[in-house]
């Protein structure tokens, strides 16, 4: 548990909003879901309960993935930019020290 704890405090505001949002918008389409048997006629889930549960988790899929996707991305990209410095002996120590000084000017 305290694994889990080190990593969720890693996370970014906007990680952690998305991966509310999304869990939220799941809870609720399942609620949903649920509610549907229970309302007139009884034991009938209505189509437009369905479509409305389709579009929830097709909402939830996407906020998964496009997150996962552009953090995939995100690693590859510093990947190759890592790989191309060492490449060229480029002393990345020094490379990052003098980009935040720039920055800080």
Known sequence: MKH?????????????????????TLVAAFVLLFLGMFIPPEGEIHDSVLTAFGL????????????????????????AVLDLLTKHDVDIDKLTKETTVNLDN
């Open 4 to 24: 889990l704890k080190q990593e969720f405090d890693k996370l970014t505001f906007k990680e952690v909003a998305l991966h509310t949002i999304g869990f939220l």
């Open 56 to 79: 929830s988790l097709l909402f939830v899929a996407a906020v998964y993935g496009i997150s996962a996707y552009f953090v995939s991305s995100l690693k590859g990209f510093k990947a």
